[in-house]
């Protein structure tokens, strides 16, 4: 962006009407600024550079050229709303606006528009159900399943039982901290463990009381459903009231290198899941460093490169763009239309070769969406921190979530959706 | 020169008290009037309701609202959120409990609903002063968003406390929902914005008009010359409170469809309402629709320049945003401290003798 | 002793400590409000410019780096130098200075004679401009606040007071956090040095002149507008100490802005034209919503924090319209 450019382009858009580009277009709804910016600034970064770099490498996908929108939604409803509207015009594939708040809003919007939504492992985890929202996907898991998944982990740890066990879930209190209440309701009864909930308010500096709380009761095992500052003063707090890291395991969105670093040593040991292996020790990333940080053309300063907020925001556009190759395959065109996109979203196999030739082999869970299924298998791994050399680990394989427990649920939710709007069950 | 009462002879009493007496000023309301209901309509788009009309059309009803508790009767309220989170759960519970009643009529209730509410958090106001009770009212903002966000009756147990408003429409034409066009959502609006500006206008120079302003200026005094301060305040904090439900209602019901109270009623939007009120004008009904508008539109505008025409990179402009809109306030309230409508005020006077000034 | 009743004593202590930082934001406002009648809603974006300039200077951050990387094109992030803590810290109390001047010369100034409200108006805007400045300048990411604070529960403590609880009760000691107790030790000084200033110094008895009577103030030949550049030149610097607590605790980030939230009820309950008040206020509201969260949040959920301060304080209000240690209000017609 250099001055003279702007001024030119600013003449240019003003004489002249911009000819129509045969181009895929991702818009990335990001959020750099705000209370929540230092999460949303790597992810938007990978988001970015790996399209950048599929442009830079490749030409694009099938021999077209990517164009990515970019807009800035502050973590804000309403300005996530007005992003949409105007990005929704340049054709615009598919919506990821990383933020539960904003899902909820484009999931009736985008259906009318007849534009899909991708929210990997977050916003509306019963869009997992195809039968009912045609538009929506959230593979590789959702909400629920990280919640099925955690709570396997803890019953693997204290040897195959949590009968009498106390979890505490420490969690946002907002629709996207709630999301996993009634998932482990579901399994304290199944599984007999006891349940207590304890909500921090946005942003979540002060949580003096909750500490002091999980103090007093020593529960076996805490939860963490967080985002943004919460996430690193709960670290801290954990650490100070001395609780045993190893027991306390984060959500997906609260295990960052965000998270853990202002906690300092006292971080060490702290767990959370996983949707993609952490560590930049994929081929993949040679190639972003080559093509894209070291040409200048990244997104960001490069110094997010490999972290994992950073490998989730590239993951996403991974995940994009494999759809739109599937999208490709089976419509036999290049230039996709966002209802030929959907249908690459609802056919996407994301299988070991195909994980191989993109360089992330064993980055991520294999899943296979279908009509009834937007939400893959619900997988997700536990990784660790090691607060001495500074990088996260897995400690477990991929594993899958309980669905006896959380079939029941989706259905039970979108069902209720569908009766609201008059929806009619698809994929008979 | 087209600008000026000379040769306008009034001939009876409401000719004379009339809101525009000037009969330019007359024939460029009539004709905004008439572009809103004839011509936008015809032409709006998605964007253009969802990202200007829509936001600004609300925004304007609840800076109503605020103006007539702080500009017009002196009470500082910061529970704007608060109370515009009562108008819309209240729109959802009526919306889903009664699914026959027509839209219309949910958001009137909606704002009988929050004008109760709001006469309750009122009555402090009968002791505490200035920006005691704007802090005070805090305590609204901060306990109703908590209430909505903990008992789950109010957002029927969905598994995450989010409302989503179902399809409603009037007649034939969706309101609410994924159906509903923008010529549809924006006339409803315009619909609501044109009968509670013309209400309040008419409020505000009646009696009850004038005993507001009468405790604005000195609560004291005004209690010796016989207005009573308790149906003066309460009257003000119940009225607003209804505007403000209204605006709360359509804007979960037909702005935004899906709400979660912690974050699109937070304790900013009080402060966004506010910010409204003071720098389009205390105590002007022209003043809320232009501080809504700055509000609104200001933020949109510089966004579409700075990224769209200069090609900045979006975090950069979003800072320059926040720089920019500060820098204007400051600039405003220096220039200007009454308000845009005060500026506005400025320009007609000098209209009047343009182009002789002597 | 029973371990509820001790319990209650550790929830009470830490709710004291808990308001004891409250009442180091509610500091400054108290500061700004007595000398010039403003209510200055900046005061938290202060906090958070200020740490943010603190951790940029201590760790030789360049400043504006991306909006310089992105009109040149270049690729600078920091400097070759880092400052020690107790540097950053004296340069960082210049910057507020300046700050301060800029705010007078270009705000204030402009404004003398305004109605309160237009005032905190004003105030509104600069908290806008700071916040993308600040942003612009530092970049918006979190950075890691670390100036040789010591954080964590204190083992001695807890040790030292295990024994106190009945046996075969559950009780573990009870829970004070280092920095908590290194927090109330700066306020503590701080106040103290605050009152000799104000009692015993030349432009502190300026200042006390100043807030009981602006025109007798200036008809003695007190400048207005010095005693200004100096009010905010303090808060800044109460401003600064808030944000490296805080900072300290959660990594220097945006959301720090927002702690001054958390001092608005303190001033109510205080007045806001008591020093005094704001600290007792602090006590009071820190130790009451963690004691109400303590007793409440089992019977009607937690997370009652926030709204029980407020409610806390407006009870308090309607009995003493003008906060616990206000002036009285009186009203001539």
């Known amino acids: 962006m250099n001055f003279k450019k702007t001024i030119f382009s600013a003449l240019a858009t003003l004489f002249l009407v911009s000819p129509v580009l045969a181009e895929l277009v991702f818009p990335s709804l990001s959020y750099r600024t705000g209370p929540y910016g230092p999460n949303g600034i790597p992810f ?94 959230n593979f590789p898991g959702t909400y629920w399943d990280a919640a099925s998944i955690a709570t396997k982990h803890a019953m693997d740890m204290s040897g195959g039982s949590l009968e009498g066990k106390k979890i505490a879930l420490v969690y946002h209190n907002s629709a996207y901290g709630k999301e996993p209440i009634r998932t482990l309701e579901a399994l304290s009864e199944k599984h007999k463990f006891e349940l207590s909930l304890l909500p921090v308010d946005h942003p979540g500096q002060e949580q003096k009381s909750q500490w002091l709380q999980i103090r007093r009761e020593r529960p076996d095992y805490i939860f963490m459903w967080g985002w943004g500052v919460m996430n690193s003063v709960a670290i801290q707090e954990a650490a100070n009231i001395r609780f045993p890291m190893e027991n306390f395991i984060g959500v997906w969105w609260s295990g ?74 089976i419509h036999g065109v290049s230039k996709i239309t966002p209802t030929m996109m ?39 791994a536990i990784q660790q921190w090691d607060a001495k050399k500074g990088t996260w680990s897995f400690i477990t394989e991929y594993m899958n979530s309980d669905a006896s427990v959380i079939e029941p649920l989706i259905l039970a939710d979108s069902a209720q959706y569908a009766a609201e709007n008059n929806i009619k069950e698809r994929c008979n | 020169m087209l600008y000026r009462e000379v040769g306008e002879f009034k001939t009876s009493y409401a000719q004379d008290s009339q809101t525009f007496p000037i009969r330019f000023d007359r024939y460029r309301y009539y004709f905004v009037i008439i572009v809103g209901l004839l011509f936008i309509p015809f032409v709006i788009n998605d964007y253009w309701a969802n990202a200007v009309f829509l936001p600004f059309l609300i925004y304007a009803i609840a800076a109503l609202g605020l103006n007539i508790l702080t500009g017009y009767c002196g009470q500082v309220s910061l529970g704007t959120g608060g109370f515009m989170a009562v108008g819309a759960y209240a729109s959802y519970k009526l919306m889903t409990a009664f699914p026959d009643l027509n839209i219309f009529f949910v958001i009137i209730l909606s704002g009988f609903v929050t004008a109760l509410v709001g006469t309750l958090f009122g009555l402090p106001s009968l002791r505490i002063k200035g920006f005691y009770l704007a802090v005070a009212t805090l305590a609204a903002q901060f306990f109703l968003i908590w209430l909505f966000n903990k008992v789950g009756w109010f957002y029927n147990y969905s598994a995450t406390g989010m409302i989503t408003s179902p399809s409603r429409s009037v007649g034939s034409f969706f309101i609410t929902g994924s159906e509903s066009t923008p010529a549809a959502k924006y006339l409803f609006c315009f619909l609501f914005v044109f009968l509670l500006a013309w209400v309040a206008r008419n409020l505000t120079r009646g009696k009850i008009g004038r005993s507001w302003m009468a405790i604005r200026d000195m609560d004291i005094a005004a209690e010796i010359i016989g207005v009573n301060p308790l149906i003066a305040k309460l009257s003000a904090f119940a009225i607003s409170s209804f505007y403000v439900g209204v605006a709360g209602a359509l804007f979960f019901s037909v702005y935004l469809g899906a709400v979660e109270p912690t974050e699109a009623f937070s304790i900013q939007k009080s402060f966004i309402v506010l910010f409204m009120v003071i720098i389009g004008g205390l105590g002007s009904i022209f003043g809320s629709f232009a501080g809504a508008a700055f509000m609104v539109l200001m933020p949109v505008a510089l ?4 990224v769209l025409q200069f090609g900045w990179s979006v975090d950069i402009a979003a800072h320059f945003e926040f720089i920019i809109i500060g820098g204007l306030i400051i600039f405003f309230l220096i220039v200007e401290p009454h308000g845009l409508a005060q500026l506005w005020n400025l320009l007609k006077q000098k209209l009047r003798i343009w182009p002789f000034p002597y | 002793m029973s371990a509820d009743f001790l319990y209650t004593i550790e929830v009470i202590l830490n709710g004291l400590m808990a308001g004891v930082l409250y009442s180091l934001v509610a500091l400054g406002f108290v500061l700004i409000f007595k000398a010039s009648g403003i ?130 009760e559950k009780f573990y000691g009870m829970y004070v956090d280092l920095l908590d107790v290194w927090a109330a030790i700066i306020a503590i000084s701080l106040v103290l ?111 009652t924090e926030n709204w029980f301060a407020y409610v806390l304080a407006l009870l308090f209000l309607v009995f003493r319209p003008q906060g616990l240690f206000g002036e009285k209000i009186i009203e001539r017609v």
């Open chain 3, 193 to 303: 040095f605050l009152t000799v200033f104000s009692q015993y110094t030349k432009s502190g008895r300026a200042l006390r002149a100043v807030a009981d009577d602006h025109q007798a103030a200036l008809s003695v030949g007190i400048s207005l507008r010095v005693i200004w550049v100096l009010v905010w030149s303090i808060s800044g610097f109460v401003a600064l100490v808030a944000g490296m607590m805080w900072g300290a605790k959660s990594g220097v980030q945006f959301s720090l802005s927002l702690i001054a939230l958390k001092a608005l009820p303190v001033l109510m309950l205080g007045g806001f034209t008591s020093i005094p008040g704001a600290i007792v206020g602090g006590l009071i509201i820190g130790a009451g919503e963690k004691l109400f969260e303590f007793f409440m949040a089992p019977i009607i959920g937690g997370a």
């Open chain 1, 44 to 137: 938007a970064d990978g988001y970015e550079d790996y399209f950048t770099l599929l442009n830079e490498r490749d030409g694009g996908l099938g021999g077209e050229p990517i164009r990515v929108v970019k807009c800035e939604t502050a973590y804000n409803t309403e300005k996530g709303v007005e992003c949409y509207e105007s990005t929704k015009g340049e054709g615009s594939l598919v919506y990821q606006p990383l933020s539960t708040g904003i899902t909820y809003q484009l999931i009736p919007k985008s259906a009318a528009d007849s534009i899909p939504i991708l929210s990997s492992g977050y916003g509306r985890t019963s869009g997992r159900n195809g039968k009912v929202f045609k538009w929506v996907f």
């Open chain 3, 39 to 168: 209510f200055n809603y900046a005061q938290g974006v202060m906090a958070l410019f200020a740490a943010l300039t603190l951790v940029g200077l201590q760790e030789g951050r360049v400043p504006f780096a991306h909006l310089i990387n992105a009109v040149f094109g270049t690729k600078v992030h920091h400097f070759d130098w880092t400052l020690p803590a107790i540097a950053a810290i004296i340069f960082t109390i210049l910057v507020m200075v300046l700050f301060a001047v800029l705010v007078e010369k270009l705000i204030l100034k402009h404004l003398v004679n305004q109605e309160p409200i237009i005032l905190f108006m004003a105030t509104i805007g600069l908290a806008y401009f700071m916040e993308g400045f600040g942003d612009l300048m530092w970049g918006s990411d979190v950075k890691t606040l670390n100036v040789g604070i010591p954080q964590g529960g204190s083992l001695w403590f807890e040790d030292f007071t295990i024994g106190w609880a009945a046996e075969g």
């Open chain 1, 256 to 329: 960052s290198e965000n998270d853990v670093l202002p906690a300092g040593d006292a971080a060490h040991g702290y767990k959370s899941l996983a949707m993609h292996a952490p560590g930049d020790n994929f081929p993949v990333y040679d190639d972003m460093r080559k093509f894209v940080i070291d040409k200048g053309l990244g997104a960001g300063d490069g110094s997010n490169v490999g972290t994992v907020l950073y490998s989730r925001g590239m993951y996403a556009a991974i995940m994009a763009t494999e759809a739109a190759k599937t999208a490709q395959k």
């Open chain 2, 303 to 306: 966004k579409n320049l700075l």
């Open chain 1, 342 to 380: 959907r249908d690459g979203l609802e056919n996407l196999e994301m299988s070991e070769e195909k994980m191989a030739a993109i360089g992330i082999a064993g980055f991520s869970p294999t899943f296979k969406a279908t009509c009834e299924n937007h939400g893959g298998q619900g997988s997700a």
